[in-house]
């Protein structure tokens, strides 16, 4: 069963790439969705929550197509510190947050 | 500042030991979990707890029990720690919903031999 999906990666970019990280989801009765981030040997921290309007955090954006049932996260101008493991984090009503297998990300210099 | 501690960050167990990881938050959640991360697999949910003595089976409780007798503290216990039980183990808490932002302890690093 796999409820959310992301493409591992990793994906290796140079400092100032633009970079899109995708991700999928199979219940369409999904409510809530959010982008979490994890650096290496870290707990998981809340980036970003996704909203149906698409939403925007500095150089982060996030968007949501509920009839592709997919979310997406664009990262612009990417720095060394963006380098990280990206979470797509699903709820559906009544149950625990569901989270993908991260999709990891190096910036380079 | 948001808080969720974990009694340790890395524990060497034998196999057939009984093991207790400890999680306490300081934000009067309501809800709390805990996952095991494991490379290529993810965050896996092993059970969680919505109330004082209330628990919930995550997707992996074989195992695994939990106990929760304070808001503020979950407990994980291994009743017969096995070395397929080797792994990260977090801790996460979030206040009302289930939908809501967790917050994640810092990890603790099991390992069983």
């Known amino acids: 069963r796999k409820e959310v999906e992301q493409d591992p990666g990793p994906f290796n970019v140079p400092e100032g790439a633009t970079v899109a990280f995708n991700c999928t989801y199979s219940?369409?009765?999904?409510?809530?969705f959010f982008w979490y981030r994890q650096d290496c040997r870290k707990e998981p921290k809340l980036l970003m929550s996704?909203?149906?309007s698409g939403n925007e955090d500095g150089r982060f954006t996030a968007q949501l197509n509920r009839a592709s049932q997919y979310i997406s996260l664009l990262i612009r101008d990417s720095k060394l510190s963006d380098s990280a493991t990206y979470l797509c984090?699903?709820?559906?009503?009544?149950?625990?947050?569901?989270f993908g297998k991260g999709t990891t990300l190096s910036v380079s210099s | 500042d948001v808080k969720v501690t974990q009694s340790s960050r890395y524990l060497v167990k034998r196999t057939g030991e009984k093991v207790f990881l400890e999680c306490v938050q300081d934000?009067?959640?309501?809800?709390m979990f805990w996952y095991r991360q494991d490379p290529g697999l993810g965050l896996r949910l092993i059970y969680f707890?919505?109330?004082?003595?209330?628990?919930e089976k995550g997707d992996i409780p074989e195992g695994y029990s939990v106990s929760r007798e304070k808001k503020e503290r979950f407990s994980l216990i291994l009743e017969s720690a096995s070395t397929n039980q080797t792994s990260m183990y977090l801790c996460?808490?979030?206040?009302?919903?289930?939908?809501?932002?967790?917050?994640f302890g810092p990890g603790t690093r099991l390992t069983v031999l």
């Open positions: 996704v909203y149906s």
């Open positions: 934000m009067d959640h309501e809800n």
């Open positions: 996460a808490s979030s206040r009302g919903g289930l939908g809501n932002e967790q917050f």
């Open positions: 219940n369409s009765a999904s409510q809530s």
């Open positions: 707890s919505y109330d004082v003595k209330m628990k």
């Open positions: 984090v699903v709820n559906q009503a009544g149950t625990a947050l569901i």
